[in-house]
């Protein structure tokens, strides 16, 4: 007989070895199988909404009503980015004790979106700042000194995001701001001037009220000392190097503050390089020349880029881009050249 062979004759396998050992065999339930999945994702209708005041390593400040609690983007939002200036949905824990943390579920649509890239050949664009209304732009009349070519850059990029931009001359107590703000005379720029000693106040309200304002500026002009003084906070500010005559970064994050007589301000990290890889070569006439002039059609079979420029060619020699009208032609070529478009005046 062999070892399989029934012993009892009941024709069951309780007396057979193998049949013990398989008698007690534990069947374990599939883990993934025991709940169906579903294509139906949660629609959140009743979602806490807020906007999104400043992005730290993971973590996210929403204002909800008048608090800012913590929040956590969900996993279901995958690789989309949530930064400052979003509208968004939370759910969780939103009460805004210690210790609580609410998780950001949606990202709504963005009416603006202000960018830039590494460099002009880099067309990975970072996102800084979404949904504000306008830009200032911060440059110090001297230490250090101002870089026309810098803000041509910042300009281009208010425009492409849809951005109402707005310049700030700081330190005119150091040097007459008038030479340099001669570049842009031909802009419909609204232009405010501070004092090293003096805010304008009065000035800044009217500008700011009501909007929200992200503020761009090269590091040490003193963006974030002008911040402190309309807003009642305490971001870091730094000096010039006297030795290279740069400022040293001391904002390193983005933060929307509370405008003490109305509106907000987005304080973001100062820069000295602003890439423009990701904005098309036709965007960038506007900040070259008076958005305020409708731009003409070019004809058919004419590159956009070289009816641009010669357009602004006829603005140079009728006078319409004032005495700096050839150094805004060079700097618009120059700028074209170096995001990869051939240069329109090369022949």
């Given at each position: ?9 009941d024709?069951?396998?309780?007396d057979?070895p ?7 065999v ?11 999945r ?6 959140y ?6 906007w ?42 939103v ?19 202000l ?17 504000a ?5 911060v ?29 700030c ?10 030479p ?19 805010v ?20 040490g002009?003193g ?10 906070s ?8 006297a ?29 000295r ?14 900040a ?30 009728d ?5 700096t ?7 618009f070529?120059?700028l ?12």
């Amino acid at each position: 007989m062999s070892w399989w062979d029934d012993v009892d004759g009941d024709d069951t396998d309780d007396d057979e070895p193998y049949g013990q050992y398989e008698s007690k065999v534990r069947i374990r339930p599939n883990p993934k199988g025991n709940r169906p999945r579903t294509k139906t994702r949660p629609t959140y209708d009743d979602a806490t909404r807020g906007w999104v005041t400043n992005v730290d390593r993971g973590r996210f400040g929403v204002l909800v009503d008048d608090a800012v609690i913590t929040a956590t983007k969900a996993r279901e939002l995958g690789k989309k980015s949530v930064v400052t200036g979003d509208r968004v949905s939370l759910v969780g824990d939103v009460s805004g004790e210690p210790g609580s943390l609410a998780r950001i579920v949606k990202v709504d649509e963005r009416t603006t979106l202000l960018r830039r890239s590494a460099d002009d050949t880099d067309e990975v664009e970072r996102v800084i700042v979404a949904n504000a209304d306008q830009m200032l732009v911060v440059v110090a009349a001297a230490d250090p000194e101002p870089r026309p070519r810098l803000i041509d850059r910042y300009l281009v990029a208010a425009f492409d995001a849809g951005l109402d931009p707005v310049l700030c001359v700081t330190k005119t107590d150091l040097a007459d701001p008038a030479p340099f703000l001669a570049h842009f005379a031909c802009l419909d720029l609204r232009i405010v001037t501070s004092r090293s000693d003096d805010v304008p106040f009065e000035a800044l309200h009217e500008v700011l009220d009501g909007r929200v304002t992200v503020t761009v500026g090269h590091s040490g002009v003193g963006k974030s000392t002008l911040v402190n003084a309309i807003t009642g906070s305490t971001r870091a500010t730094g000096v010039v190097n006297a030795v290279t005559g740069r400022g040293r970064h001391t904002s390193s994050s983005s933060i929307a503050l509370r405008v003490r007589d109305g509106g907000w301000i987005i304080d973001t990290p100062g820069v000295r390089s602003f890439g423009l890889g990701h904005v098309e070569p036709a965007n960038v006439f506007r900040a070259f020349a008076s958005h305020a002039v409708p731009v003409r059609e070019p004809a058919d079979g004419i590159p956009l880029d070289q009816a641009h420029d010669w357009e602004i060619v006829d603005r140079v020699q009728d006078g319409e881009l004032g005495p700096t009208g050839v150094e805004r032609l060079d700097s618009f070529r120059a700028l074209l050249t170096g995001m990869g478009a051939d240069d329109p005046g090369a022949d």
